[in-house]
């Protein structure tokens, strides 16, 4: 069955810091990989997602995430940090064998501090 | 154009009745999907719908949850006998069609709190 652990729960950093939360799977197939993010008081958004090709996706707002098959990892990056990236984090997998069930981690809070 | 829209946005009933949380996925959407987001989890996945039809309904809790969808829209969402541990956040997202690559698109969610 699918898994997905985030592995930390909160991250508090500086502004302009760079930032990585981490996300890893488990699956017995392939999967495809999604990043979402919910800011406060909103609805989840697509902050990127990985089907193919290139192991490294960029998404909107200049985060990008690096597909690690041998360490089945899909972890979340940013060089610098703002303000307004604070917000919840979701990593995300489906199957790409034609399952459509979406599995979540238990999110990643990012808090940016002044 | 407007996005995935949820009622009501909170609802706060006493344990044992019943309540319908509606979804109104974005227009020409044909897959709709019901998440459940309890305090400190992640998502977790209800079911999914193509068109009105849901072929799999395991992922629903206990046979107190119901789904359906009708016309190819609107969705609702059922709970009957609402217990206290049903209180949670339920999302409902939607996509252009099922398939396991597309981006769903969320809803504000509907917070509801069982007494």
């Known amino acids: 069955a699918q898994s997905v652990t985030q592995l930390d729960s909160q991250v508090p950093v500086f502004e302009e810091a760079p930032v990585e939360l981490r996300c890893n799977y488990s699956?017995?197939?392939?999967?495809?990989l999604f990043w979402y993010v919910q800011y406060p008081n909103q609805g989840l958004q697509l902050l990127l997602k990985y089907l193919s090709g290139s192991t490294l996706v960029k998404g909107i707002n200049g985060f990008e995430a690096e597909f690690n098959k041998s360490q089945t990892s899909f972890h979340l990056r940013k060089p610098s940090v703002h303000i307004s990236d604070t917000a919840e984090y979701f990593c995300a997998v489906t199957l790409n064998t034609g399952g459509f069930k979406t599995i979540f981690g238990a999110g990643t809070r990012l808090f940016v501090k002044a | 154009g407007a996005g995935v829209s949820q009622s009501p946005s909170n609802k706060v009933t006493e344990k044992g009745k019943d309540v319908e949380l509606r979804c109104d996925p974005i227009?020409?959407?044909?897959?709709l999907y019901w998440y459940r987001q309890s305090l400190g989890q992640g998502l977790e996945f209800l079911i999914y719908f193509q068109g009105n039809s849901a072929p799999d309904k395991s992922g629903l809790p206990s046979d107190r949850f119901s789904a359906e969808r009708t016309g190819g829209s609107v969705s609702t969402l059922t709970i009957q006998r609402t217990q206290q541990e049903d209180s949670a956040v339920y999302l409902c997202a939607s996509s252009p069609r099922l398939a396991s690559y597309n981006e769903q698109f969320f809803g504000p969610g509907t917070r509801l709190t069982v007494l």
């Open positions: 699956s017995s197939v392939s999967v495809y």
């Open positions: 227009s020409g959407h044909t897959a």
